[in-house]
């Protein structure tokens, strides 16, 4: 049997949860058409909830998190995978319910896999990791709903955690003025390194929540929050705007109303990276590979090893994380 190191999760005879490197041995493992050596993986808030005991995400422990990896192929009984390629791994069960990339080893469906992109190493796709496909299809969204640079200025909230910091790189990128909403007001120095135009705190977000509707002001905007927030980005969106909604943190609730769907034809769009079909997946791979593909990269991330993680992860619980965190496997 080969042993390898994970990171695993379980509860202690308190209840209380917490996470430690473990040994464990390949043959434990679900079984799969692929066994990977993952190399990268990366940490996001769905990691956290599930390394924290959060049984909405993972139902059963001790269990090993991590919804992202990135590695060269052991083995494979699939024809479509051979020994010795690379592969990326992104959503579906993986770190839910199915030991996850904070292992060195995963085992896991064909179906789940893509093979690297050549536009990409391994680490550079674990720097975007679940966080860089989410803001890929959030601005695919939009674009398609008829967003475009001349429209005015684009909001991202939430634009120092995974998906926010790469969503203002992104649409700087392709030419969008974009404003970027903070509760970290230390950090617009790096918001405006990374792309935006205009740095604006959380709080003026929050302002006129009892109101109908708020002066346009965005062409479109990226949210990664979610509650009352969501709705007065919506509230404050141009006519025939929209906003792409991918995250939570701030709730999953928000009080609404119809106004402005009906009167400004403000457009809402719910973006899911998870149970996304793989060829979707695939192709938004290929566009960050490509002609999506971010500079600098490394002024968005910090590297951690297994036994940094369980820092890292309270660290993202609390709310502190900036930028990308990837995860060294070797």
Not at 67 to 79: C, F, N, P
Not at 151 to 156: N, R
Not at 188 to 213: K, N
Request: glycine content about 12%; overall charge negative.
């Amino acid at each position: 049997m080969t042993s390898f190191f994970a990171l695993q999760a379980a509860p202690d005879a308190s209840g209380t949860f917490a996470q430690q490197v473990v040994e464990r041995d390949v043959a434990d493992l679900p079984a799969g058409e692929l066994l990977i050596r993952v190399q990268y993986s990366s940490l996001n808030f769905k990691d956290a909830l599930s390394a924290s005991g959060q049984r909405g995400v993972s139902r059963h422990y001790p269990h090993t998190p991590g919804i992202d990896a990135a590695g060269v192929v052991e083995h494979s009984s699939a024809a479509e995978f051979n020994e010795g390629d690379e592969v990326i791994v992104t959503g579906y069960d993986l770190g839910m319910n199915t030991a996850g990339g904070f292992g060195q080893y995963i085992r896991i469906p064909a179906g789940w896999a893509i093979k690297r992109p050549q536009g990409l190493s391994l680490r550079e796709s674990m720097i975007l990791g679940t966080a860089g496909l989410t803001a890929a299809l959030c601005v695919d969204k939009l674009e398609r709903a008829g967003l475009a640079p001349d429209d005015g200025p684009v909001l991202v909230t939430g634009a120092t955690g995974g998906v926010g910091s790469i969503a203002v790189m992104l649409l700087s990128k392709l030419g969008y003025q974009v404003t970027a909403a903070t509760g970290k007001a230390q950090e617009s120095e790096l918001l405006t390194r990374l792309g935006a135009t205009q740095v604006i705190p959380r709080l003026e977000l929050q302002a006129g929540s009892d109101r109908p509707l708020l002066r346009e002001q965005w062409s479109g905007a990226v949210d990664t929050v979610g509650g009352d927030i969501l709705f007065n980005v919506l509230k404050a969106t141009q006519y025939g705007g929209s906003v792409a909604c991918c995250g939570l943190t701030a709730g999953v609730e928000f009080q609404a109303s119809v106004l402005p769907f009906i009167l400004r034809g403000v457009n809402l769009l719910g973006v899911d990276s998870v149970e996304l079909p793989l060829v979707v997946k695939a192709s938004m791979w290929d566009k960050l590979s490509l002609q999506w593909k971010l500079p600098n990269l490394d002024d968005l991330v910090s590297e951690v090893g297994l036994a940094q993680l369980p820092e890292a992860i309270e660290r993202i619980l609390q709310g502190g994380q900036v930028g990308r965190i990837l995860v060294r496997l070797d």
